[in-house]
Every structure is written in C-alpha cells, then in structure tokens.
C-alpha cells in the first residue's frame, strides 16, 4: 500500500471487528455460568459428610503428633535430596495450570468471532466449557487458599530458627507465616479432581502427581504435613463445588456429576481444518490488500 492511500474496510476483515466479538463471545460466557440453574442436584451425602471430618480429625493428630517429628526428619535429609525436590515442588504453582487454560479459552474466544459450521460452534463451545471448568476448579481453591492462608498466619517450619507447629501470628500477611494450608497441596489436589473429573483414564497419573507435590512441600520444609493434608482438603473438595455448579445448569455434567464425553477426534480435526481454511482466506485477502 502507498502513503495516503485509503485501506478498504474490507482489507481488514473480520479482525475490524475482533475486539467487540471477543468481548461479546466472553459476555455469552460469563451470562451461561451465571444463569439460573436448570437442575436439582442431590445435596451432599453421608460419605461425603465422613470424608470431611476424617481430613478434619487427620489434621488435627497430624499438628499435635506429626509436623514437629516431619521437620526434623527432613531437616536431617542430604542437601542434594532437598535441592532435586526444590526443583520438583515447582511444578505444584498454580501457573502451570492456569496460563494454558487462560491461553486455549482466549484462543477459543478468538476462533468463536468466525462464521462458522454448527459443527465447529459446536466442538469450539464443548473445548471452552471443558476448559473453562479447569480454569476455575483449579483456579478458585487456589485464591480462597492465598488469601486465607495469610489470615491465619501460621508460621513455616523453623521460622526464626526453631520449629513450633503450633506458632501463629494472625493477619500477618508475610509469606514465612503463610503456612496452613499450602498453597501448592491445595492446586495438585484442586487438579486431580477437576482433571480427574472430565478425564477418568488420567486420575492415577494426576493423583500420583498430587501426592509427589505434597510430599515435596515437607521435604523443602516449607509445610507441616498439616499443612499439606488441609490444602489438599480445600483443594479436593473445593473443586467440587464449581463442578456441581456446572451440573446444576447442564454444563459438561450430568445431574449425576459424570461429564459428558469429549467431541469426537474427527470432529475436532475437522473443525482445525475448518479454521486453517479461514485463516488462508483471510491471509489471501490481505495479501491482494497490499
């Protein structure tokens, strides 16, 4: 294109119109997760209410009989065995999880502005739905967690050079009295759940991760086991909240809690090549702009 020359609406496009779509297409979202809910569900029963208070009753006997003798077993351990866990317990952030989902849903939100087929509406609606209820499931035990934690203000192990469980200091809002629960149990076992929940083959995988994580936080000293079994309370059980939420208004689950299966492989390759068309066209447009 020369200067001053006037670029015809049509060189730009759908992508003229991108910034209202997405926020159009992200409003749609958020008015679905929002609505009344469509379903009754069973309110939680009587093993559900059993595996609340033992995690409760493990916590307690863990303060009182575990944490102090765990420190001290792992203050013992060789500093190489704690540094390859310092390089594991990483893997336990929030972020692994959230920064993917947060980039597939906006990529979904991107590729939802095109017209397209009612069978690639379709697949793109079944992804954002499936990967929005991880987003959350993971995502909202972990900022109740990272607040919380730091109400409570429960001291790390050896927090001024000695071990005391049971030392707390309230509404400190500083990290070495942000202890109880961990952060980092309470995403692993928040991703287990959630995870497990819409894929069934990938719950050992996921659980088996869940506990390396959690054992992680005690070898770098930096939870009590109670710590460590209070996150992944919050987190296991804080994920199931948001997929009864999604039951309720018959989003991916049934009024049983079991998730409804994933588009079929030839239906998600189909809607790629669907995309991969547009976007040629698009590119070829352009390119007659210039």
């Given at each position: 294109m020369t200067a001053g020359r006037t670029v015809p609406a049509t060189c730009f496009g759908w992508l003229g119109d991108l910034p209202g779509s997405l926020l159009s297409n992200i409003?749609?979202?958020?008015?679905?997760?929002?609505?009344?809910?469509?379903?009754?569900?069973?309110?939680?029963?009587?093993?559900?209410i059993a595996v609340l208070v033992l995690a409760l009753a493990a916590i307690a006997t863990a303060m009182f009989f575990l944490?102090?003798?765990?420190?001290?077993?792992?203050?013992?351990?060789?500093?190489?065995?704690?540094?390859?866990?310092?390089?594991?317990?990483?893997?336990?952030?929030?972020?692994?999880?959230?920064?993917?989902l947060a980039f597939l849903l906006l990529s979904l939100s991107i590729f939802a502005t095109r017209p397209l087929s009612r069978m690639a509406q379709g697949v793109l609606g079944a992804l954002a739905v499936r990967f929005g209820y991880l987003f959350l499931a993971i995502g909202v035990p972990g900022l109740f967690v990272s607040i919380?934690?730091?109400?409570?203000g429960r001291a790390r192990p050896y927090v001024g050079g000695h071990d005391d469980p049971f030392a707390y200091v309230p509404f400190a809002w500083r990290p070495e009295y942000a202890s109880m629960p961990s952060g980092h149990a309470t995403t692993a076992a928040a991703a287990a759940v959630a995870i497990g929940a819409v894929c069934p083959r990938a719950r050992p995988v996921m659980w088996l991760y869940a506990l390396i994580i959690m054992f992680s936080r005690i070898i770098v000293l930096a939870h009590h086991p109670s710590d460590v079994i209070a996150g992944a309370l919050v987190g296991g059980a804080g994920a199931l909240p948001v997929r009864r939420w999604f039951a309720a208004r018959r989003l991916?689950?049934?009024?049983?809690l079991k998730a409804f299966p994933w588009p079929a492989w030839r239906r998600i390759a189909g809607t790629g090549r669907e995309l991969a068309a547009v976007w040629l066209r698009h590119g070829t447009a352009q390119r007659h702009c210039r």
């Amino acid at each position: 294109m020369t200067a001053g020359r006037t670029v015809p609406a049509t060189c730009f496009g759908w992508l003229g119109d991108l910034p209202g779509s997405l926020l159009s297409n992200i409003g749609r979202a958020a008015s679905t997760l929002a609505k009344a809910r469509r379903v009754q569900l069973r309110p939680p029963g009587i093993g559900d209410i059993a595996v609340l208070v033992l995690a409760l009753a493990a916590i307690a006997t863990a303060m009182f009989f575990l944490d102090s003798m765990a420190s001290d077993w792992a203050w013992g351990l060789p500093r190489w065995f704690r540094a390859a866990f310092e390089f594991i317990t990483n893997f336990g952030l929030g972020g692994w999880f959230l920064f993917p989902l947060a980039f597939l849903l906006l990529s979904l939100s991107i590729f939802a502005t095109r017209p397209l087929s009612r069978m690639a509406q379709g697949v793109l609606g079944a992804l954002a739905v499936r990967f929005g209820y991880l987003f959350l499931a993971i995502g909202v035990p972990g900022l109740f967690v990272s607040i919380v934690k730091r109400l409570i203000g429960r001291a790390r192990p050896y927090v001024g050079g000695h071990d005391d469980p049971f030392a707390y200091v309230p509404f400190a809002w500083r990290p070495e009295y942000a202890s109880m629960p961990s952060g980092h149990a309470t995403t692993a076992a928040a991703a287990a759940v959630a995870i497990g929940a819409v894929c069934p083959r990938a719950r050992p995988v996921m659980w088996l991760y869940a506990l390396i994580i959690m054992f992680s936080r005690i070898i770098v000293l930096a939870h009590h086991p109670s710590d460590v079994i209070a996150g992944a309370l919050v987190g296991g059980a804080g994920a199931l909240p948001v997929r009864r939420w999604f039951a309720a208004r018959r989003l991916l689950f049934s009024v049983e809690l079991k998730a409804f299966p994933w588009p079929a492989w030839r239906r998600i390759a189909g809607t790629g090549r669907e995309l991969a068309a547009v976007w040629l066209r698009h590119g070829t447009a352009q390119r007659h702009c210039r």
